[in-house]
Nanobody, 123 residues
Framework: DVQLVESGGGSAQAGGSLRLSCAAA????????LGWFRQAPGKEREGVAV????????YYADSVKGRFTISTDNRKDTLYLQMNSLKPEDTGMYYC?????????????????WGQGTQVTVS
């Protein structure tokens, strides 16, 4: 069974930075695409950044391009999201997700495994 646990959320000032981590277990990295998603109050969950098991391609939502960076560690059992130049509109619950779907996509419906989420608040 795939287990995903996020950490690193918190509060930040606009223009500041945060780094999210997702500890992944019970999956085969070579067959699972990983991604970060977020959900603001009253809004639908949306894709933020996703990464192919081979490290490429990587896709970002237009709203975070140039500010956020998705990556994995050398063991490929931890997923990161470096968030710079934060804006108040980045506020929301951030989720780590995984899928065996061969299509690398920002669509939430492509993902079967989800973490519990970590809150990010930017003021």
């Amino acid at each position: 069974d795939v287990q995903l646990v996020e950490s690193g959320g918190g509060s930040a000032q606009a223009g500041g930075s945060l780094r999210l981590s997702c500890a992944a277990a019970g999956y085969t990295y070579t067959t699972h695409c990983l991604g970060w998603f977020r959900q603001a109050p009253g809004k639908e969950r949306e894709g933020v950044a996703v990464i192919d098991p081979d490290g490429s391609p990587i896709y970002y939502a237009d709203s975070v391009k140039g500010r956020f960076t998705i990556s994995t560690d050398n063991r490929k059992d931890t997923l990161y999201l470096q968030m710079n130049s934060l804006k108040p509109e980045d506020t929301g619950m951030y989720y780590c997700a995984a899928t065996t779907n061969v299509v690398v996509s920002l669509r939430t419906t492509n993902y079967s495994y989800w973490g519990q989420g970590t809150q990010v608040t930017v003021s």
